[in-house]
């Protein structure tokens, strides 16, 4: 069948007719302009590696092109890519990703792979916290009590399967893990097949916030410290966020994971650093666009001074900074 349909393809009946040789060339005029539209397009177009299309990061990265391919002066490309953490390779080798939106500690896995990997990425701006969600089962009281049992770090690919498995190893606490849909682990909880589901997303879950879950059901503290400096920052969940599961006046103590726009970072003398210096300059002066009614509501807690641990800044975006709020110079006696 594919023989004969090539075959087909290539008669003269369907085949796409050559350009008689006596045809006119196209003006001048008309190849110079599609020469300049192929140059423009390609001097201030980048690529952005989002992430999973069910996923929080590609919606992001989706919102960023919507408002800065809104200014007209470079368009923005997202990319649906297998996650935050496969980000970090299309970023340091995929031809055409500029930028891409990584969680921070998934640099742990290229320490060996790329020793210097610190100095090849930049971040732009932490966007947002992915918060850890232990919730465990009745009988569980403590960490702990983990060991040897079964929990679940949802599908490969998502932050949870990554970051997870991460920090139980941390903590020191080996578990017998599993990586199926967290829907299904969830009702094989309720069961008692499983005995945890660990959660690494922002606050709040709509599993957590609209399901039903029998008294004893709940969340494990994971306590900030010296094993988290490098990657982490303190959070906690608290009883506005599941008022079904964190009674009014406690707060249960846990660590989160800052999901990061980050940059390669090109020499300052390159094509490619112009072009994500230009994209910094139109994401920047339009963030107000973005903390408006009809994005995401996680933009407004967005600032766009806050460090990301464990990585050093873009130099156009600290440049970018230091123009909007300069520091006034005061001489000392």
Not at 6 to 31: D, G, N
Not at 136 to 164: C, H, M, W
Not at 239 to 245: G, I, T, V
Request: aromatic fraction near 10%.
């Amino acid at each position: 069948m594919v023989v004969l349909i090539a075959v087909a393809l290539c008669s003269p009946s369907i085949a796409q007719s050559p350009r008689p040789s006596h045809s006119p060339p196209p003006p001048s005029s008309a190849v110079s302009s599609e020469v300049q539209i192929r140059a423009r397009l390609n001097a201030w177009t980048i690529g952005l590696a989002g992430g999973l299309l069910e996923g929080a990061p590609i919606h992001f990265a989706t919102e960023i092109a919507r408002v800065v391919n809104d200014g007209g002066a470079m368009q923005v490309l997202p990319i649906v890519t297998r996650g935050p953490t496969e980000n970090v390779n299309d970023l340091l080798y995929l031809k055409g990703v500029d930028a891409a939106i990584i969680n921070s500690d998934s640099l742990e896995e290229y320490k060996l792979q790329v020793p210097n990997i610190q100095r090849r990425i930049a971040s732009v701006i932490n966007l947002f916290p992915s918060e850890v969600h232990i919730f465990v089962r009745p009988e569980i009281r403590s960490l702990s009590d983990l060991v040897g049992k079964k929990v679940n770090f949802n599908t490969q690919g998502t932050a949870a399967a990554y970051s997870g498995p991460l920090i139980f190893s941390r903590l020191g606490i080996a578990v017998n893990s599993m990586f199926i849909p967290h829907p299904v682990a969830l009702e094989q909880m309720r069961r008692g097949e499983i005995a945890a589901v660990v959660f690494v997303t922002s606050k709040p879950v709509d599993a957590f916030v609209k399901g039903k879950w029998e008294q004893g059901f709940k969340f494990l503290p994971v306590e900030y410290g010296s094993k988290f400096e490098d990657y982490y920052v303190a959070s906690y969940l608290e009883p506005e966020d599941y008022p079904n599961l964190i009674a009014k006046g406690e707060r249960i103590a846990t660590i989160a994971v800052p999901t990061v726009l980050a940059s390669f970072n090109w020499r300052p003398d390159s094509p490619r650093y112009r072009r994500v210096a230009r994209f910094v300059d139109e994401l920047f002066s339009r963030i107000d666009k973005l903390q408006a009614p009809g994005f995401d509501p996680k933009w407004k807690s967005v600032d766009l001074k806050t460090r990301v641990p464990g990585l050093e800044r873009f130099q156009a975006a600290q440049e970018w900074l230091d123009r909007a709020s300069p520091v006034k110079q005061t001489s000392q006696q």
